[in-house]
């Protein structure tokens, strides 16, 4: 179960990426193609990894996910996922604070605070038909604000794609995120329904990029900026 839990959260990352930026095509890959080959240096060990992961969805997760997908209703799934975006609200609300964004911390408390009440313990987004939209901070972010640098980019086997600040960054997210500590058939139920919904992302990798690795790659960095950024124009780091 542990390597379930581990290609999800390289799914998640990967669908992630794609839902927020469509307009990444695979021209915008060769195009910076060379300036990104400094945040990865170690990309020969990098592609035998991505493989790796990529053999273990296709035989392991994609199957079990498929299943997931045709007995499980909508509404089901979308459920599900209000659930856990929920339960990550308290991430933000943490990492608003750090970051100095109080304004956006309170808020996000009551995005938290509604949805935990009224939303059916999130179950329904009550908040954001008040108005109340879904924010995205997690302690990357934060150690970026913090002027941590970047670092190497790294694809970690069943987790997939991260960068070396990212990697305090996780262990501290999991950390205080209370889903990390409910039950194996809850945590998998989250990790099936993220899969499930990666569908379609992760075929457009397969179909439209001419090398998946650098468009991953690419796409994975270019979004992290953004949110570290705060959606700010790209520009050369």
């Known amino acids: 179960m542990a390597h379930f839990k581990s290609a999800s959260h390289t799914l998640k990352a990967m669908a992630g990426v794609l839902f927020m930026l469509t307009g990444c095509a695979s021209t915008g890959v060769v195009h910076q193609q060379g300036e990104k080959n400094k945040s990865d240096p170690y990309e020969h060990i990098n592609r035998k990894i991505y ?11 994609e199957p079990i996910a498929n299943v997931y997908r045709k007995i499980t209703p909508q509404f089901m799934q979308t ?31 009551g995005r938290l605070a509604i949805n935990s009440s009224l939303g059916l313990l999130g179950i329904v987004d009550v908040a954001k038909r008040v108005g109340l939209e879904q924010n995205d901070e997690d302690f990357d972010q934060t150690l970026a604000v913090w002027g941590v640098p970047t670092g190497p980019y790294l694809v970690l086997p069943f987790l997939g794609p991260i960068t070396a600040r990212g990697i305090p960054g996780a262990v501290f997210d999991t950390a205080a995120n209370p889903s990390s500590y409910v039950g194996a058939p809850v945590q998998l139920l989250s990790l099936l329904n993220t899969r499930a919904n990666a569908e379609g992302s992760l075929k457009f990798i397969d179909e439209a990029a001419l090398d998946p690795y650098l468009f991953t790659r690419e796409s ?18």
Do not use: C, M, P
């Open 79 to 109: 459920g599900v996922f209000n659930f856990y975006n929920n339960l990550k609200n308290v991430n933000v609300v943490f990492n608003d604070v750090l970051q100095g964004k109080f304004e956006q911390s309170a808020k996000d408390t």
């Open 220 to 237: 994975f960095l270019q979004w992290r900026y953004s949110l570290a950024t705060d959606g700010l124009s790209l520009k050369k780091r």
């Open 51 to 61: 493989t790796f992961n990529d053999h273990v969805d296709n035989y392991i997760a």
